[in-house]
C-alpha cells in the first residue's frame, strides 16, 4: 500500500479579481522510502500541492475544491484537525525554503527543537534535550550544547537550514516535504544540505517530496519526478525517463532552456511567450499557446494525465492521440 | 579580433565598508572589505562574467565600477578617463557612459511612471533629445529589446517579470552608453525566460560592441554569455580565464568546488561524478581569515596557505590567472 495516496486534488482560491485556480486535478501515489521531485516554475501550483496536504492553505480565500489525499487510511483533506496535527509535525514534516522566515526569532533553537518532542511524544524535557543534541549533530551542527541556546539571527543561512532540517526529523517522520529547501543558498551550502537530506533519507528510511524549480537538483535527487505547468501536471515520469524519454513538449522545452547543458556561442533555446495569467484560464491546455507543436484541437479540448507506458503519464494531446515525439 | 585595446581598467580596487555601533558616539566595530584588492581590465566589447557566493562583494565591485559606491583605494578608469577622480556635474555628465541593470525588475521600475516616461525621462536626463523626437526613439529602443511599441502606454505592474527586465535593460540603454553592468539580471526570472533574457543581453552586446559586466552567483548561466570568468571569494579575485577553460579545467580549489556543486540536469551524468563538498561556511568578510582568505575551507591548504596570502598570478601560456599557493602542485605541473 502506498505510503501517499492522492487523488484529484484541486485548489482554487477566491479573491476580489476572480477565482484562481492554483492546482488542478493532481493525482500522484508516493511509496515508503521514495523521493519525489515536483518541478515547476513560479505560479505552477508546486508548493499549493504541498500546503494543500499539509493543511496549510489558508481558507477562505483558499478552497480545496475536491480531492483526497489518503495518507495510510486518513484522507488528510478531510480529517479533523485534531487527527491532522497528529500527523502534522510528526509523521509527515515540512522544511521551507526560508528558514528565517520560518524560525520563531524570539526563542532559543533549543527550544523550537524540543517543543515537537514534547508535543507529540510527551517525553519529559531532559529527554527531549538529549534527542536534540543528537539530531543537531546528525545534522552536522558542532558544538550542539552550545548552538541550543542560541537564537535564529545568530546562524548562519545554510546552519538555520540545518537547524530547520533537525527540527522537522526529530520525530522521526514517515514523509518529508522539502518546499525548495536550498533556493535560499549558495551552491556550495546547497550541495552540503542535499546530502544532509539524503544521509538522513537513507537513515530514516523516509519518504521525501522535493519541490524545486531547478530541474538539475531534481535529477540526481529523485526517484521520479513531476513536471507541472499552471497549476497542472504535465508529465510525471521515473526520473531517467523524464530526462531520457521525454514525451511532453513542455518538459522538453524546459530542459533544452537550461544553460548549463547548452554550448556557448549558439543562442540559448527559449520558450516562446510568457507563463500563462491563472486568473484568465484558457480552455485547453493551458500550454498551447507557447507549444511550437501546438494544433487547433490543443486550445480547445481538456487535457488528462494519461500513463502510457505505465508509470510513465503524459497530459499532452497530441501525444496521446498521434504519438507526437517531442 | 586583432587585439582590441583595453577599455575599462579597475587597478587595484579596495572598498571598505566602516562597521559603526551608536548613534551620537559612534564606535568603530570593524571594517567590512567588501572588495580588497580586485585588478582586472575588459577591451571594448567584452563579456566579462564575476562570479561568487552571496557576500563575495560582486555586486559591490559592481557598483564601485559604477561609482555608486566610492572605493578607498584604487582606479577606474573607462576609456583613458579617471572615474575615481570624478565629483559632481562632470560625474553626471559622465554617466552616460555606464550603465546599470538591476537584479530586481519588480524594485527598480516606478510603478506610477509609464514606459514612456521611464524611458523618457532616462534619454533626457543626459541630452535634450528634442520632445517631437522621443515616440520615435522610444519606439526604436523597445523593438530592440523585443517588446511592442504599444507598451510605452502601459505601467510595469502590466508586465511580467522577464518583460519588466527587457524595459529595465531599455532603459539602461536610453543614454547610449558604452559599459553596461547587469548585476544578477535573470536571477529574479523563471527558468523560460532567463534563456530569453540572457539571448538579448548577448544580441545586443554583439550588435552596439556593448561591454558587459554580468555579475551572477550561477556558473551555468555566466558560462554561456562571458568570453571570460572572473571569480570572486570574500573580496578577492581568486581565478580569472576564459569561460569555457575555466568550466572545463578550473584551476583554484573553490573553483573546483563551485563547479562540482552545480546540479547537472541529467540523471546518469548526476550519479557519476564526484562532487566536492566544502566543509563549513563562508566566513563573514567582517572577521576574514588571515592568509588565503579560503584556507579554512579548502581541501588542499597546508601551513602556509594560513599566513600568505596569495596573489592573482598567470598560469601556464593561455590568459590564465589563479591566486592559489599550491596552484601548480593541484594541477599537475
Redesign the interface.
Given at each position: 500500500m502506498p505510503l501517499l495516496t492522492v487523488q484529484n486534488l484541486s485548489t482554487a482560491f477566491h479573491t476580489r479579481h476572480g477565482v484562481v485556480r492554483a492546482v488542478q486535478d493532481v493525482s500522484f501515489q508516493l511509496e515508503r522510502g521514495e523521493t519525489l521531485g515536483i518541478v515547476g516554475?513560479?505560479g505552477s501550483g508546486k508548493s499549493v500541492t504541498c500546503y494543500s496536504i499539509m493543511g496549510l492553505v489558508p481558507q477562505p480565500p483558499g478552497r480545496i475544491e475536491g480531492g483526497r489525499a489518503l495518507f495510510g487510511s486518513v484522507d488528510l483533506l478531510a480529517c479533523s484537525r485534531r487527527e491532522l496535527n497528529r500527523i502534522r509535525g510528526r509523521r509527515i514534516s515540512m522544511i521551507f525554503q526560508d528558514a528565517m522566515t520560518s524560525l520563531n526569532p524570539f526563542l532559543r533553537i533549543g527550544e523550537q527543537l524540543i517543543e515537537p518532542l514534547m508535543i507529540h511524544e510527551k517525553i519529559p524535557r531532559s529527554a527531549a534535550t538529549d534527542r536534540a543534541l543528537a539530531m543537531l549533530d546528525e545534522a552536522g551542527i558542532s558544538e550542539a550544547e552550545h548552538r541550543l541556546k542560541m537564537y535564529p539571527h545568530e546562524f548562519?543561512?545554510?546552519?538555520r537550514q540545518r537547524v530547520m532540517i533537525a527540527m522537522a526529523l526529530i520525530t522521526k517522520p514517515d514523509l518529508l516535504i522539502a518546499d525548495e529547501p536550498t533556493t535560499a543558498l549558495?551552491?556550495?551550502?546547497?550541495?552540503?544540505i542535499l546530502?544532509l537530506i539524503k544521509k538522513m533519507q537513507s537513515e530514516l528510511g523516509m519518504a521525501v517530496i522535493l519541490v524545486s524549480?531547478?530541474?538539475?537538483?531534481?535529477?540526481?535527487f529523485c526517484d521520479r519526478v513531476m513536471v507541472m505547468y499552471a497549476g497542472r501536471v504535465m508529465e510525471s515520469a521515473r526520473?531517467?525517463d523524464l530526462?531520457?524519454d521525454t514525451k511532453h513538449p513542455y518538459t522538453r522545452?524546459?530542459?533544452n532552456?537550461?544553460?548549463?547543458?547548452?554550448m556557448?556561442g549558439a543562442?540559448?533555446?527559449?520558450?516562446p511567450g510568457?507563463?500563462p495569467d491563472p486568473q484568465h484560464p484558457l480552455p485547453g491546455c493551458p500550454f498551447a499557446p507557447r507549444c511550437i507543436h501546438a494544433v487547433d484541437y490543443c486550445a480547445q479540448e481538456e487535457i488528462v494525465l494519461v500513463d502510457s507506458p505505465p508509470q510513465h503519464g503524459t497530459a499532452c494531446l497530441r501525444v496521446q492521440k498521434e504519438n507526437l515525439s517531442v | 579580433m586583432n587585439l582590441p585595446e583595453i577599455f575599462l581598467k579597475i587597478e587595484d580596487i579596495r572598498t571598505h565598508f566602516p562597521v559603526e555601533k551608536g548613534f551620537l558616539f559612534k564606535r568603530r566595530l570593524g571594517v567590512v572589505k567588501a572588495v580588497d584588492g580586485v585588478t582586472l581590465s575588459l577591451r571594448q566589447g567584452e563579456i566579462l562574467g564575476l562570479v561568487g557566493e552571496s557576500g563575495c562583494g560582486k555586486s559591490t565591485l559592481g557598483r564601485t565600477v559604477l561609482q555608486l559606491v566610492h572605493p578607498c583605494e584604487g582606479r577606474v578608469v573607462l576609456e583613458g578617463r579617471v572615474l575615481t577622480a570624478l565629483r559632481g556635474t562632470a560625474l553626471r555628465k559622465a554617466r552616460s557612459a555606464f550603465q546599470m541593470v538591476f537584479q530586481d525588475p519588480y524594485a527598480s521600475l516606478n510603478p506610477r511612471m509609464t514606459i514612456f516616461d521611464t524611458l523618457a525621462e532616462a534619454m533626457q536626463a543626459h541630452d535634450k533629445v528634442p520632445r517631437e523626437e522621443l515616440p520615435g526613439r522610444i519606439d526604436a529602443l523597445l523593438r530592440k529589446v523585443g517588446l511592442a511599441p504599444q507598451a510605452r502606454r502601459k505601467y510595469p505592474h502590466e508586465f511580467s517579470g522577464g518583460q519588466r527586465q527587457r524595459i529595465a535593460i531599455a532603459r539602461a540603454l536610453a543614454v547610449g552608453p558604452k559599459l553596461l553592468v547587469a548585476d544578477e539580471p535573470v536571477s529574479a526570472l523563471d527558468v523560460s525566460i532567463q534563456a530569453q533574457i540572457i539571448n538579448l543581453l548577448a544580441r545586443l552586446s554583439r550588435e552596439m560592441g556593448l561591454t558587459l559586466l554580468f555579475i551572477s552567483h550561477d556558473l551555468s548561466v555566466v558560462k554561456h554569455i562571458a568570453d571570460r570568468i572572473a571569480v570572486m571569494y570574500l573580496g578577492r579575485i581568486v581565478e580569472l580565464g576564459p569561460a569555457a577553460q575555466v568550466i572545463e579545467k578550473p584551476l583554484h580549489p573553490y573553483t573546483k568546488a563551485l563547479i562540482s556543486a552545480i546540479p547537472i540536469p541529467d540523471p546518469r551524468r548526476e550519479a557519476q561524478r564526484a562532487r566536492i563538498l566544502l566543509p563549513g561556511d563562508p566566513p563573514s568578510p567582517l572577521n576574514p581569515p588571515g592568509g588565503c582568505p579560503f584556507h579554512p575551507r579548502c581541501l588542499y591548504a597546508v601551513d602556509r596557505c594560513a599566513q600568505i596570502v596569495p596573489k592573482l598570478e598567470p598560469f601556464g601560456q593561455s590568459e590564465r590567472e589563479a591566486a592559489c599557493l599550491r596552484v601548480k602542485e593541484i594541477n599537475g605541473c
Open positions: 516554475e513560479s548562519s543561512g545554510g546552519m549558495d551552491v556550495t551550502v546547497q550541495a552540503q546530502e524549480h531547478d530541474l538539475g537538483i531534481v535529477s540526481g526520473t531517467d530526462f531520457y522545452g524546459l530542459r532552456s537550461i544553460p548549463a547543458l547548452q556557448k543562442e540559448l533555446h527559449t520558450i510568457q507563463p | -
